[in-house]
């Protein structure tokens, strides 16, 4: 393995760096204070070529593989974990089945559009009483004469309140079985429900949504087959373990930056606190922590794009790096102290972010049942 990054990849991850340090930060705390969605980012990031970057290029994207995708999104949850969910919403699991399943018009119409910033994608999984256990869910479609009638809830979909599609997993046919659905929000049926008050993320919306006797046309049955669903899912989850580990990789950056810098400039008996051993050895500790939840993350998505067996190794990237990055927020709140407390410090935000990514992708506890798996195998 090449511990190095080519040229390019360090340049994809510049150019982000300079993006996140004149446009996100400066901006970051005010969108979270006022829980105001980052438009005016996520269509510059769009113009950037970010949401098309996992796709090829007759489509509008880049083809980019999952480690510059990953450099860069990691750069941008530095600046702003809700613009960097948001973002990975919209070029990952808001997109990725209308680009591998949905026909021409869905492609034209919704998911062209969409890597453009015009059009924002969502995803619907999870139910009240669904959430690690998938095969749980209740929301059902019945075929009808030209299509299917959904009905059910979910919960917890994000950029829901903005979304102009959704793709959605029901249980179809005899043996309901997990299909997936494309649902557009002008569809008679479908509404969009309460908003959920998050801890954190809070520029990146949450609601529930509905359907009542929603109809959606054969045309929009995203599953070659009724049942294929848990299949397809089983395709992107590995890429959305290591770009949420990415993304924790991104919070603790600003969290280890932010306490370096304060622990510099805070005096306390005299002397600057990074003085104190107490305070060294904290660093100490998040620095190492970072480095090596940076190299699994990076090496997790460096088997992916040999195409080499790489499922374990992406759940052992996202469990360590969220688990490392949510003890790295936790320290930087440490020396910070009442200012780690204080709202008008980011320390606190990253604090509430990070949390995100301890269950987006799967708990830690499902991650670790994924792994202990294939060890015990
Ligand atoms: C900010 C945010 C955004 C989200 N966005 C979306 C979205 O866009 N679309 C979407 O569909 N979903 C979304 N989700 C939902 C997310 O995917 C679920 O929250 C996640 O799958 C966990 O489900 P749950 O919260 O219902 O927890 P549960 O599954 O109820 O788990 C509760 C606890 O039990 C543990 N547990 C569960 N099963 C087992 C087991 N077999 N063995 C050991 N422990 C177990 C879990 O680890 C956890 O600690 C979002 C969640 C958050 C927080």
């Known amino acids: ?54 796709y090829p290029e007759d489509v509008g994207g880049s083809g980019a593989g999952l480690m510059e995708f990953s450099l860069a999104l990691a750069e941008i949850a530095r600046g702003s974990m809700s613009l960097a969910g948001a973002a990975a919403m919209q070029s990952l699991m808001g997109t990725k089945f209308l680009h591998m399943l949905g026909n021409a018009d869905i492609v034209e119409r919704l998911f062209k559009p969409a890597l453009r910033g015009e059009k924002i994608g969502a995803i619907c999984m999870t139910e009240p009483d669904a959430g690690s256990d998938l095969g749980g869910i209740t929301t059902t479609a019945k075929k009808v004469d030209g299509g299917y009638v959904l009905n059910g809830r979910k919960t917890w979909i994000t950029s829901a309140p903005l979304a102009d599609f959704f793709t959605v997993f029901a249980k179809a046919g005899e043996e309901k079985k997990m299909t997936i659905f494309l649902v557009e929000r002008r569809f008679e049926g479908f509404a969009v429900g309460r908003e959920i008050h998050k801890m954190g993320v809070w520029a990146l919306p949450t609601s529930e949504v509905g359907f009542s006797d929603c109809f959606v046309p054969d045309s929009h049955r995203l599953s070659r087959e009724e049942g294929d669903g848990e ?62 939840a940076t ?71 499902i991650l670790k049942l994924i792994i202990a798996k294939e060890v015990t195998a």
């Open 1 to 54: 393995m090449n511990f190095d990054l080519t040229e390019d990849q360090r340049a994809i991850r510049d150019a982000f760096a300079r993006f996140v340090d004149e446009r996100v930060v400066p901006q970051a705390a005010a969108l979270d204070e006022k829980h105001a969605f980052p438009r005016e980012l996520f269509g510059e990031l769009a113009g950037l070529g970010f949401f098309g970057m996992r």
């Open 295 to 365: 190299q699994l993350v990076h090496y997790a998505a460096w088997l992916h794009g040999t195409g080499r067996p790489h499922h374990k190794e992406a759940a052992m990237a996202k469990l360590n790096a969220s688990e490392a990055a949510a003890r790295i927020c936790d320290q930087a709140a440490r020396v910070l102290a009442s200012y780690g407390y204080a709202m008008e410090y980011p320390v606190q935000r990253y604090l509430r972010d990070v949390r995100f990514t301890l269950i987006g992708g799967g708990t830690s506890e």
């Open 231 to 292: 299949a397809h899912l089983r395709k992107t989850l590995a890429e959305i373990r290591i770009i949420t580990g990415a993304m924790a990789l991104g919070i603790a950056r600003a969290a280890l930056a932010a306490a370096v810098a304060y622990a510099a400039e805070r005096k306390q008996f005299g002397k600057a606190i990074n003085r104190y051993q107490a305070i060294q050895f904290k660093l100490a500790e998040m620095a190492t922590e970072l480095e090596a």
